[in-house]
Nanobody
Framework: QVQLVESGGGLVQAGGSLRLSCTAS????????RDWYRQAPGKQRELVAA???????TYADFVKGRFTISRDNAKNTMYLQMNSLKPEDTAVYYC???WGMGFNYWGQGTQVTVSS
């Protein structure tokens, strides 16, 4: 099993930056891939960015060029650097990992609010 703890959310003005962190503990050796999702009020949860076990990154079109996903294997921590934030980026951000043979684990979520 894996436990995920997120941090780094908050309130920022449009055009500002935030960095989210997600630290994993437990059986991190079996993590296959790591992602960031977000969910805005009244909307479905959507994939923001992903990083594979081999380090390949993918991004949703709405964050390309503004957000960067990365990880520090020594710290078992994944990051989401968010620049040029827009009010429409306001959401609860969740980290997610795919573990073992098809298991999924989620963080508790961290609120990001971007004011105009």
């Amino acid at each position: 099993q894996v436990q995920l703890v997120e941090s780094g959310g908050g309130l920022v003005q449009a055009g500002g930056s935030l960095r989210l962190s997600c630290t994993a503990s437990g059986d991190t050796f079996s993590i296959n891939a790591r992602d960031w999702y977000r969910q805005a009020p009244g909307k479905q949860r959507e994939l923001v960015a992903a990083i594979s076990a081999g380090g390949t990154t993918t991004y949703a079109d709405f964050v390309k060029g503004r957000f960067t996903i990365s990880r520090d294997n020594a710290k078992n921590t994944m990051y989401l650097q968010m620049n040029s934030l827009k009010p429409e980026d306001t959401a609860v951000y969740y980290c997610h990992v795919r573990w073992g043979m098809g298991f999924n684990y989620w963080g508790q979520g961290t609120q990001v609010t971007v004011s105009s």
